[in-house]
């Protein structure tokens, strides 16, 4: 009865040991007899005892590989340091298993032959303002290579351009002298805004005060002749009123049966007061004439 006991325990452990379960995001290589038997996906699997082994674990999620700066000459000669960074993801466990030895090494050398081959067709300026544009190339040229490995290369990008000492040097100063430039080229700009706005400014300043001079005088001109204008209607007003008031005396008087020698004194003495004005020359009618000796000498009488 022991001996049972001890051989089915043993059973029991061998079966337990070749239980498997594959998390998530993971995938398992199976062998059997040292050859490929299945790729195990995520789950609950049972593995023959002796016969199968896990032969790669294998990490599906997109992993990120950055490698170290690699030197590079550029079209025109120029030798500098650029690394890169690498972003892969793995979509076959079977070919990445036994499509080449240690893949990361093999991504890291395609990557360095890859960017010697497409910076040496590049001058130095270009290869500084052109990262996207070897990103693109990069990714694309990894990406069919990597392809029968069971890798697929999502994205490249260049960490670092890392040009020689003497060309940062001279980079700074092409900077500086350019940032010197456009100092010098704002400045001027300014001033010369500066003084548009001056120039427009007394130039609106003397069109408004020769506008305002022209109102001024406007208005002057228009009191002046809105004076004259009632001045005149005073006179004529003033005109009239004495003359109503001559006629009224004159009907007066002949209403109350005046003799035509007093209406003849009344109207010389209408001449006279028409005689105080500003007139220089009065033109008497030749009726009133005759009548003018005899008031003189009734005056005299009356003396």
Known sequence: MVPFLIILFVIIVILASNVRIVPQAYAYVIERLGGYAATWGVGLHFKIPFLDRVAKKVNLKEQVVDFPPQPVITKD???????????????????????????????????????????????LDQTLTSREVINTSMRSALDVATDPWGIKVNRVELKNIIPPEAIRNAMEKQMKAERERREAILKAEGEKKSTILVAEGQKESAILEAEAEKQAAILR???????????????????????????????????????????????????EKAANGNATKIIIPSEIQGVAGLVKSVGEVLK
């Open 77 to 123: 000669n120029v030798t500098m340091q650029i690394d890169t960074v690498v972003f892969f993801q793995i979509t076959d466990p079977k070919m990445y298993a036994y499509g080449v030895d240690n893949p990361i090494m093999a991504i890291e050398k395609l990557t360095a032959t890859t960017l010697r081959n497409i910076i040496g067709e590049m001058e």
């Open 221 to 271: 001109a228009e009191a002046e002749k809105e004076r004259r204008i009632r001045e005149a209607e005073g006179q004529a007003e003033a005109i009239r009123v004495v003359q109503m008031a001559n006629a009224e005396g004159i009907k007066f008087l002949r209403e109350a049966g005046a003799d035509d020698a007093v209406l003849t004194i009344k109207k010389l003495e209408a001449f």
